[in-house]
């Protein structure tokens, strides 16, 4: 432990904490002029004792922030898996899904669907949900780097709207498609079984080989 008597030096604790409402102990003993044996110690010896108050605050708290350590670990082994999975994910899934309706499922629902108001909903549906696969992979484009990153555990900062705004827009994009464009696409590719047949052969030999 250094030196006891003379000049102390007083160590702060990252973030201004009081050290003993920490480690939930009372004031360090110091004593005072009331203290019958007070007028005959020494100084110097006031502020051993204090000093010796303040390391045992300072040990017990960094104790307790130890403690953490193990919970903190799995968090960040968690956020390294998460952003392993993501990486894989846009590389494996997400472009190539969109890759495969924009060649085949769009394509064969516009050649199979009757002119006028069918036609013309469908390819409003096909541009709309075309210019969202360009936002999402935009909004990806700006997120992989700090993605790499805690992927390969270095420190990164993530902001948190920028990964909302990807989440909202895919969760927007997914339920148009469900409930608008599948519907639409099932009806008109149901009146061509060699077309469906085609387009189902297609995807099949794409997600094979994938």
Known sequence: MRKLFGRTRRRGFPGGLDLRQVAGLRQPYIPTMKDPHAASEPDN????????????????SQLQAFSELPALQATAAQ???????????????????HADEEREVFPAV?????????????????RHLTAEHRRMESLWSQLEPAVKAIAKGRPTDVALADVEALVHAYRAHAGFEEQQFLPLAKAVLSRNSADSAALALALHQRRGSR
Not at 45 to 60: C, G, K, Q
Request: aromatic share 4%; net charge negative.
């Open 45 to 60: 010896v006031h502020a051993a004792l204090a000093s010796v108050s303040e390391e045992l605050l300072l040990i017990l």
């Open 110 to 126: 516009l050649r199979n669907a009757a002119p006028g108001h069918e036609r013309q909903r469908a390819e409003a549906m096909v």
């Open 79 to 97: 956020a390294r898996t998460i952003a392993a999975n993501m990486l894989v994910l846009f590389r494996q899934e997400m472009f190539e899904h």
